[in-house]
């Protein structure tokens, strides 16, 4: 018995070399493209016209999160946002594959989340050309999971693949492209943990703020 082909979606979800062009997808992408356009354009005073499009864009939206927008995403039904997480301006996340982010998670401005890979070999990754349609590409994606508590300075780009544990802060302008533990300070380029978050970094013990 042999298994069922695979959609392109499927492929793409399952990590599997894809071909973006197909129908499917690229109806996906308009869709998720014009909703964030959408959103884009709200005010935020409109909280119940915003909350609309966020719950079309991303069907599995939990209660509290907010996105300040601008925001863009690829697909959005590939995301999955704990409660009141939140996003400053220019939160991009292309979300070819499941992009996992937990409860009360912050992104600063500017946090980008992106997913797709290319191939290395460039004869590999060039345009590829049908006769009787659109040109296309070969791609895969990897997924990202981000734990609850975790805050994401501005300018914070994490690669596909990556998991970052809980109540980590991931400092401004990091490029994130491996596995970062819970409970610590990272950043850099590529990030590196930097040491352990403990009670000794209180707020209650750093009197220049009171």
């Not at 042999?2 to 197909?22: F, N, R, V």
């Not at 992408?29 to 909280?47: F, G, M, Q, S, V």
Request: charged share 25%.
């Amino acid at each position: 018995m042999t298994d069922k082909l695979l959609t392109e979606k499927e492929k793409m979800i399952a990590g599997k070399i894809y071909d973006p062009s197909g129908e499917e997808l690229a109806k996906g992408r308009a869709k998720a493209h014009r909703l964030c356009t959408d959103y884009n354009r709200t005010y935020e005073e409109e909280e119940e016209k915003r909350l609309s499009i966020l719950k079309e864009l991303i069907p599995t939206l939990s209660k509290g999160v907010y996105l300040q927008g601008p925001i863009q995403f690829d697909y959005g039904y590939n995301t999955f946002i704990g409660e009141n997480s939140y996003a400053n301006f220019n939160f991009t996340v292309l979300d070819c594959s499941t992009v996992t982010i937990g409860k009360d998670v912050f992104f600063g401005p500017n946090v980008s989340l992106v997913t797709p890979m290319h191939p290395y070999l460039p004869e590999e990754r060039r345009m590829r050309f049908r006769e009787d349609g659109p040109a296309y590409d070969l791609e895969y994606a990897k997924p990202i999971v981000i734990g609850d508590d975790c805050w994401f300075g501005s300018n914070v780009t994490v690669i596909g693949g990556v998991t970052i544990g809980s109540g980590t802060i991931i400092g401004a302008g990091s490029v994130v492209t491996k596995d970062i533990p819970s409970g610590v300070l990272a950043a850099g380029n590529p990030c590196r943990v930097i040491r352990e978050i403990t009670q000794e970094d209180s707020i209650e013990f750093k009197k220049e703020l009171w």
